[in-house]
């Protein structure tokens, strides 16, 4: 039995499947936090808390390094710490500096950060000849002015230190991207309370359908899990609408996509790491979109671990531990799985989610997860915003997609707003 140190996590489904993983490998978690609360208000009705696993919960400023470092240190001399993880892109530069402090096994800290960071990412990337966007960092609107004349339009204003979407724009016009820097300008402190960098990043629009390579380092070899596709919508936001495992894409470009994956992977010096590497397959080929240095969210984990056996959550574990991961296929009689997510397209309050129950009884179905009513929404701008998902696995080869994409046409959410119930449209 090893004892992880787990330091923050999301709230959603990686809060449940990480904790889930430690325990069926025959271990237990510390779990560290700034903000107990933070999870107590997103405990969600199914089953028990996942901290009630913990073995200790331990409140702690995960913000300020200089005084956590020393404080896990002297935790560590008490509790052994065989290894340190989490799942919140937030706190994964953390981490890689608490295992160098501690002497326990974790990637490269300039390696995570730059991975954590886009504009690093964007320049190391280009650096090592790894195909990606034409971009611009800029400090202020007047430089990205300046820049988008020369980028052109459209593009892609985003910012380098945030997650899920969160204000990446696609801009058309110099008004556009006014409106787009002003919001970044808007927005100075993280979810996290971690104060975000006052810069701009700008690149190319890149054309193309979009797919992300999961993957694997440990002891130098990046083992290839598969190749997801997504479907993006919410222009001129880029949502992330569903996904299926494996890919339907032909055998060429999921060569090349890998290809380029285990390429960027390597420019940015990752290892011992289970990253999330999205690619578009443009005309020119693919390029890197970002590489995320922690296991797929939006339960992508689980659609590879439907169709393949293959639990990424596992690996992750493994890899924080110093331990060979398993990566070996087993059969599942799955041949693919897919993912359709329920977006709001209004603002008001949720009163309820027609057709919910002939969904669930469809024989296709392995997963559906709904928000309940009462929740406040408005209409999605980032992948932080989903009503829920339904979740399909296809035995006969026909492909999971339609069927989930199909089935989420029959869930209508309703809405209140301003006194009066109000069906929303069904989702893109």
Same mark, same amino acid.
């Given at each position: ?92 530069? #953390? ?15 300039? #390696?995570?950060?730059? !991975? ?140 090349? !996509?890998?290809?380029?994956?285990? !390429?960027?992977?390597?420019?940015? &010096? ?7 590497t999205e690619i578009k397959l443009t005309p020119e080929g693919p390029k890197v979109v970002e590489v995320n240095p922690r ?68 024989? &296709? ?27 399909? !696995?296809?035995?006969? &080869?026909? &492909? ?26 069904v989702p893109a």
């Amino acid at each position: 039995m090893a004892h992880l140190l787990v330091v923050e996590s999301w709230v959603g489904s990686m809060s449940r499947l990480l904790p889930r993983a430690i325990g069926e490998g025959g271990h237990e978690f510390t779990f560290v936090t700034r903000d107990l609360h933070h999870y107590l208000r997103g405990a969600g009705p199914d089953g028990p808390h996942p901290l009630l696993a913990a073995r200790n919960i331990i409140t702690a400023d995960t913000n300020d390094m200089d005084q956590l470092l020393p404080h896990l240190e002297r935790l560590h001399a008490v509790l052994a710490f065989d290894g340190v993880v989490s799942s919140c892109d937030y706190y994964l530069p #953390a981490v890689a500096r608490i295992a160098d402090r501690l002497d326990l096994p974790g990637p490269a800290v300039d #390696a995570v950060e730059a !991975a954590c960071r886009k504009d690093l990412t964007r320049r190391m990337l280009a650096e090592a000849g790894v195909p990606g966007p034409r971009f611009a960092l800029c400090a202020d609107t007047a430089r990205a002015a300046a820049a988008a004349r020369d980028i052109g339009y459209p593009l892609v204003v985003k910012p380098v230190d945030l997650c899920a979407g969160m204000l990446v724009r696609e801009v058309r016009d110099e008004q556009e991207l006014e409106a787009a820097c002003r919001a970044l300008a808007e927005f100075p402190v993280n979810a996290r309370g971690q104060d975000r960098m006052p810069v701009v990043l700008l690149e190319e629009l890149l054309a193309g359908p979009e797919v992300s390579v999961e993957t694997v380092s440990f002891a130098g070899v990046t083992g290839v899990v598969g190749v997801t596709d997504k479907s993006i919508g919410g222009a001129p936001a880029f949502i992330e609408t569903g996904h299926m495992f494996p890919a339907g894409i032909a055998p060429q470009s999921e060569r090349e !996509a890998v290809d380029t994956a285990v !390429a960027a992977i390597k420019a940015l &010096g990752l290892d011992h790491i289970v990253c999330h590497t999205e690619i578009k397959l443009t005309p020119e080929g693919p390029k890197v979109v970002e590489v995320n240095p922690r296991p797929a969210g939006n339960r992508i984990t689980e659609l590879v671990r439907h169709v393949t056996g293959i639990d990424l959550a596992a690996a992750c574990v493994d890899v924080a531990l110093g331990r060979t991961p398993d990566l070996t296929p087993r059969a599942t009689g799955v041949h693919s799985a897919a993912i359709a997510f329920l977006l709001p397209d209004t603002t008001g309050t949720l009163t309820g989610i027609e057709g919910a129950d002939d969904v669930r009884a469809h024989s &296709g179905v392995v997963e559906l997860t709904l928000a309940e009513p009462g929740r406040a929404v408005r209409a999605a701008t980032s992948n932080n915003e989903y009503l829920g998902h339904i979740m399909t !696995a296809d035995t006969q &080869g026909g &492909g999971a997609r339609e069927s989930a994409e199909r089935l989420l046409a029959h869930l209508h959410p309703t809405f209140e707003e301003h006194g009066a119930e109000l069906p929303s449209a069904v989702p893109a």
